[in-house]
């Protein structure tokens, strides 16, 4: 098969694209390499997928008009699955660069849908929703039939907007969809904005940890690898009919203190902590129910936190000698 990955310089599409040149399939991959965080981490998540024979890169705005049927023309024959992970990510960010987030979730997640319906040889459409989308929710855990009309932040707007696009497109146009709403990922590779890299740089660096006030401040932290198994599992199984939307998560809650806790243990440093008030775009506490892709696929997550942040953080001290 050949499937297209846009955002394939970044955390989760290169983790995907990997494993599928491992496997032997042909990846096209999409990036703008915006700098949103440093550029030289996208360059060498890029690296490392320029060295299989079976990678194509194309550097491009999913968002400008025209780009990817322009671009990919070539391959638009023979592209089976569309794996689409371009997003303009940052919950704090989007108080701040709201039309980034219009830019980038709404139109270009439109964008892509437009090339995807003229795939003459497409059998699947899977694209990177988030946890966000609960918003401000307090039934534990988050469930796909939830109610998701109160977001906390933008961010979490622009992604709902996304899954209300993709049922729109496959109500008019029988596009097979499937939205995964994912749960805090990290891992090797991960953003230098999400909490695990960031409390990491800290700690290395003997500078105080950022931590909100209150208690029971708690993430569903996945690591990554489990939910590349989790989309690779997905890819296979088109819905029959209907837009369909699966939580990713760990299905294990862990206060964000005992992240902290587990990295100091694991970088040998005593964490420096120092309060600050909660936003009001961060939500208190995630916690994904898996039942519905267990149900589907058989996937369950296998890495706990513990065994993650080991991989985690040997990558991280090689990344930080780099």
């Known amino acids: 098969m050949t499937v297209l990955v846009t955002g394939v310089a970044g955390f989760i599409g290169a983790r995907i694209a990997s494993f599928l040149l491992e496997q032997g399939e042909e990846v096209i991959g999409v990036d703008n390499l915006n700098d949103y965080y440093s550029p030289k981490l996208k360059q060498a998540r890029l690296a490392l997928l320029e060295k299989s024979t079976g990678f194509r890169f194309f550097r491009l705005d999913i968002a400008t008009e025209g780009a990817l049927p322009e671009a990919l023309s070539q391959y638009a024959g023979r592209i089976t699955h569309v794996l689409h992970f371009a997003a303009q990510a940052g919950v704090r960010y989007s108080m701040d660069a709201p039309s980034a987030f219009v830019r980038s979730n709404v139109a270009g997640h439109v964008a ?60 008019l146009y029988g596009l097979p969809l499937t939205g995964l709403r994912l749960f805090t990922v990290y891992g090797p590779w991960g953003r230098p904005d999400m909490a695990c890299f960031k409390f990491a740089e800290a700690i290395f660096r003997g500078e105080p940890v950022s931590l909100y006030s209150g208690d029971g401040l708690a993430r569903d932290f996945t690591y990554v690898d489990d939910v590349v198994e989790a989309v690779l599992r997905v890819m296979g199984k088109p819905p029959e009919s209907g837009a369909r939307i699966l939580n990713i998560g760990n299905n294990s ?70």
Request: proline residues 5%; without cysteine; hydrophobic residues 40%.
């Open 112 to 171: 892509v849908l437009e090339f995807a319906r003229h795939l003459p040889k497409l059998e699947h459409v899977v694209y990177a929703s988030s946890s966000s989308v609960y918003g401000r929710n307090t039934t534990m855990p988050f469930r796909e039939t939830d109610r998701v009309d109160l977001p906390g932040s933008f961010y979490a707007a622009t992604k709902r907007m996304g899954e209300l696009t993709s049922e729109s497109y496959n109500h």
């Open 253 to 322: 809650p862990v206060l964000v203190r005992t992240l902290i806790s587990l990295l100091g243990e694991k970088l040998g440093k005593e964490p420096k902590i120092a309060l600050s008030n909660r936003p009001a775009a961060d939500v208190v506490a995630t916690w994904a129910s898996v039942e519905a892709i267990r149900d589907l696929t058989g996937w369950i997550p296998e890495t706990d936190l513990e065994s993650g942040l080991e991989q985690f953080v040997r990558w991280f001290k090689r990344w930080m000698a780099a």
